[in-house]
């Protein structure tokens, strides 16, 4: 069964991305912890090919504005889907990453994600922020499991921390890998899910 989380989340992607990007933008001045279903759907939109080039400097400035870690995360893969097409908007991801706090398994996968995602679009921004992750002391996602609250073991962490960051420093370092546009993990929006009455407001916003 369809849950309405995920009926509003294909509501939207069917929209064109003139509103989803819309929605997106009211949602940052009126329902902040809504924004990552916008943001969320709009990366959808972009690993299907209906988000043109062109559009890339404004989902760089919708990361800009992210209110949060999933749709800092979301709108990262939305870029990764146009590769190094979306090079101009590393720096705003880089420095997105750098204000990211790992103290649960789903924020340390945001984390993950965003990383691999700055890796597609690589450049200098990326490359200083794999270099000061790999000399960060402690690591941010290597807490000690009285401060981390999740299933991940310490050792679990540390292992997949350094696996992605040299993978991540690979794709920078190396030939164009293209656009990164499958899906690997599914991260739903986190906080608040929409009740049934705020989808169909949701909805109707999106058509506006």
Not at 9 to 18: A, D, K, M
Request: with cysteine; glycine share 6%.
């Amino acid at each position: 069964m369809t849950e309405p989380l995920d009926e509003l989340i294909q509501e939207l992607i069917r929209e064109p991305p003139e509103e989803v990007f819309r929605l997106y933008l009211s949602l940052l001045q009126q329902d902040r912890d809504r924004a990552q279903v916008a943001a969320l759907a709009l990366r959808d939109q972009a690993r299907a090919g209906l988000i043109e080039a062109r559009m890339v400097p404004l989902l760089d400035a919708c990361l800009y504005e992210a209110p949060d870690g999933p749709s800092v995360v979301h709108l990262g893969k939305a870029l990764a889907a146009f590769g190094r097409k979306a090079a101009s908007a590393a720096p705003t991801l880089a420095d997105r990453i750098r204000e990211l706090h790992v103290t649960n398994d789903t924020e340390y996968w945001i984390l993950d994600g965003a990383l691999w995602s700055l890796a597609y679009l690589g450049g200098d921004a990326a490359r200083r922020l794999l270099d000061e992750l790999a000399d960060e002391q402690p690591a941010r996602a290597v807490r000690s499991q009285s401060v981390y609250q999740g299933t991940m073991t310490r050792e679990a962490r540390a292992k997949r921390f350094t696996d992605t960051l040299i993978g991540c420093g690979k794709l920078v370092g190396g030939p164009d890998p293209g656009a990164w546009r499958e899906k690997k993990t599914t991260l739903k929006p986190q906080k608040r899910a929409p009740e049934p009455a705020r989808h169909n407001a949701l909805s109707v916003r999106a058509r506006r």
